[in-house]
Every structure is written in C-alpha cells, then in structure tokens.
C-alpha cells in the first residue's frame, strides 16, 4: 500500500501539554483552581520549552518528515498589547531547528490555550477577542512567514467550544461531548477567517484549521439526531473550511446515538485509557465527511493516535488507521499528510498525565526521552512511504 510521493508523515505536540509552566494563560489558571476539573497540574511539562532541541532531533531520527507545534500565546504577550520579541524568536528558532534537522515545520498559531489577560475579559466571549487574534497574528508574522508551509490559525475550534461547557462528569468526555457555547463558537469562527486574510497577504505559507472530528453512528432510525448533534460539534466547522488552502482532520473514535443521543460505549467493547471506543476506522469516515463539506480542500490527518499503556495496540490501532487513510486516497480524497498524536506521553487536559499518546515516553522526573518500538515501526513505515501486507 502505497503512498502518494511527497505524502507527510509527522507528529504532533502543543505547547501548554510539553513545554512546562506556562503559569500565564488559562489552563494554568483552570488547574490550580479549588473547583478544577482538571485531575492534575501541568507543572513542568516535558520541559520541552528547553528540551525541544532533543524532541526535533527525535522526530528527524524516526525518519518522520514533518513536526507540528504551536505558539504560546501567554509567553508572547504575557500583557494586553505587551508582545514579547524574545519569546517570539524562541518559536522562530524552533522553526530553524526543525530545518536544520532536515523535517518541515507546521506551525498551530493557537492551540487551546489563551493569557489570562484575554481570560478574565470572559475569553473568546470578550467582544475584543477577535480584534486581539488578529493582533497576534500580526504579531507572529516573522514565525511563520517563511520557510513553513503549512500554518493552522486554531486547534479544533470545535473542542473549545464545547470545553466551556466541561463539567466533573465529562472528564474524560466519555458521554458524549458537551454542548457547545454558540458565542464562542462564532467568535473563534470569525478569528479564524481574519487569521487566514492577514497570513494570505504574506504570499507565503498554507493556511487553515483542525477540526476535532468523530464519527457519529446513528442507530436505526436516529439519523435526523446524529446530524443535529454533529451539526454545532463537527459539521459547521467543515463547511467553514470551504474557503481555506487545506484543513486539518484529527479523529480518534466513534460515538454512537440513539433517539435520545450520545450512547455510552457498551459493556465489554476495547477503549483506551481516554475511555473512548478502540475504533482506528475513525480516521477514514472522518476524511470522506471533510472532502464531502469542504470539497477540493486538500486534507491533513493533522492527529491521530490512541492513548494505551500497551504499545503493541499502539502499533496495531495505528496500521489500521493508515490502512483507512490510503483506501480514501485510493478513492480520490486529497490526502497529504498523516500526523501521530502525540510525539510524546504529555499533559492531556483535564486528563492529566494519565492517557499516554506517545511515540516517546517521558520520565517525569529526569525529562529522560525512551523512544518505544511503535515508534520506530512508524518510522520504517514512513521511510518506505507504503504499508506492508
């Protein structure tokens, strides 16, 4: 199984989950809350902000062609209209490592996380949230300009509008999501057409979003539900790509609906330790529903991946999505590029430490990386640019 030539094969990070103490933006804040939902703090991270040398020099060592990081807003402007050059230029120098090690930067200007600033002026609800995206993306222009060829303004927009609805019970978001707040859902809709006009003008880079998808199976005579649930959840943010230079898939699993909605994954079905469906196939119905609302968009399997203490599942979730993934191109979809979420075993949210992702596990205390075996199975794979078998 084939690939096509000049087909991506990367992994993915985000700054808040790797880098360590970014005690400035609203996660920080959300964790170290009395009431957290959260079931641990951030803390140091991987401490990637200092080790993302090592973390580069990994991905081009696993013979992977690309990295996908993102830009931390609260480290490069920490105050309302106070932007940080020095932190700017951290993330321009990441840009020139992935370079020197042979492998393609693709650059999340926001992945989730925004200052406290912006926060406590009710976040993306504040009437100025727009107007501030626009200004950072200003901002980060000298990034991303050159040299990186893919630039996505948000990181499933669909998420954050749902997280602002997260409560004790959907920790691990195994009932279905959260509904998701229409005012931020609109206000990051508009942030991100803004962002995609100021980082066209440069004549440069590529540019779209990641949208959070699933597939949602209606039970027999629950379709007209499962398309009025995905509709505020996926859909809409599918169409809104219609327009962009290529836009992000990340899938994982499948929820099932009935007449009343979500179903809880039945007794005795394999999940992971995100307590979310073992369901590779996802990656695939994922690309048919994006080439389907966003038609002659070019794709990017921007995340995919499985949280598991056994890495043999790892390696056998992740061929078979590969396996989804090639018989869509083999259909015609534009795939360009499959991205492994995540590079390492890092924080995940309300979820803490506890859902390990990684192709590199980290050790917690040393920040010691140990490559596992899933790992370099990709990289072969990836290095040959075709499946076996």
């Not at 809709?189 to 980082?199: F, G, L, P």
């Not at 039970?219 to 169409?239: H, I, K, M, N, S």
């Not at 836009?247 to 099932?256: D, E, H, I, K």
């Amino acid at each position: 199984m084939r690939f096509p030539e000049n087909f991506i094969w990367g992994t993915a990070t985000a700054s808040h989950q790797v880098e360590g103490n970014n005690v400035n933006n609203d996660w920080w804040a959300r964790e170290h809350a009395p009431d957290t939902i959260c079931a641990e703090v951030s803390g140091d991270a991987c401490d990637s902000y200092h080790r993302y040398g090592d973390d580069i020099a990994i991905v081009a060592d696993l013979g992977l062609s690309a990295y996908r990081f993102s830009l931390e807003w609260s480290r490069i402007e920490p105050a309302e209209g106070e932007f940080s050059r020095a932190a700017r230029d951290h993330y321009r120098r990441m840009v020139d490592a992935c370079l020197a090690a042979g492998i393609s930067p693709v650059v999340t200007i926001n992945h989730f996380s925004i200052p406290r600033w912006l926060d406590v002026q009710g976040g993306w609800r504040s009437p100025v949230a727009v107007d501030r995206f626009a200004r950072f993306t200003e901002f980060i222009r000298p990034v991303v300009e050159r040299d990186v060829e893919y630039v996505s303004t948000l990181n499933e927009p669909n998420m954050s509008a749902c997280m602002a609805n997260i409560g004790k019970g959907d920790t691990l978001l195994t009932a279905g999501l959260p509904e998701p707040d229409p005012q931020i859902a609109d206000a990051l809709t508009m942030a991100h057409h803004r962002a995609v006009e100021i980082v066209r003008s440069w004549a440069g880079p590529k540019v779209g979003w990641t949208v959070a998808t699933q597939v949602f199976e209606p039970e027999p005579g629950a379709e007209e539900v499962a398309a009025a649930y995905a509709y505020d959840r996926e859909t809409r943010f599918l169409q809104e790509a219609k327009n962009d230079d290529w836009l992000g898939v990340q899938a994982y699993t499948r929820t099932r609906i009935g007449a009343a909605g979500p179903i809880p994954v039945a007794e005795g079905v394999e999940t992971t330790l995100t307590g979310w469906e073992y369901y590779p196939d996802a990656v695939g119905f994922a690309l048919r529903t994006a080439a389907e609302l966003a038609p002659g968009v070019p794709l990017i399997v921007t995340e995919n991946g499985i949280a598991t203490a056994d890495d043999t599942r790892r390696e056998a979730y992740v061929d078979s999505a590969l396996r989804a993934v090639h018989a869509a191109i083999e259909d015609g979809i534009d795939v360009r590029g499959y991205f492994y979420w995540s590079l390492l075993d890092n924080f995940e949210w309300v979820g803490g430490y506890r859902p390990t992702f990684g192709l590199v596990a980290v050790d917690r205390e040393t920040f010691t990386r140990v490559v596992k075996p899933s790992a370099r199975w990709l990289g072969s794979v990836a290095r040959a640019n075709e499946l076996s078998g």
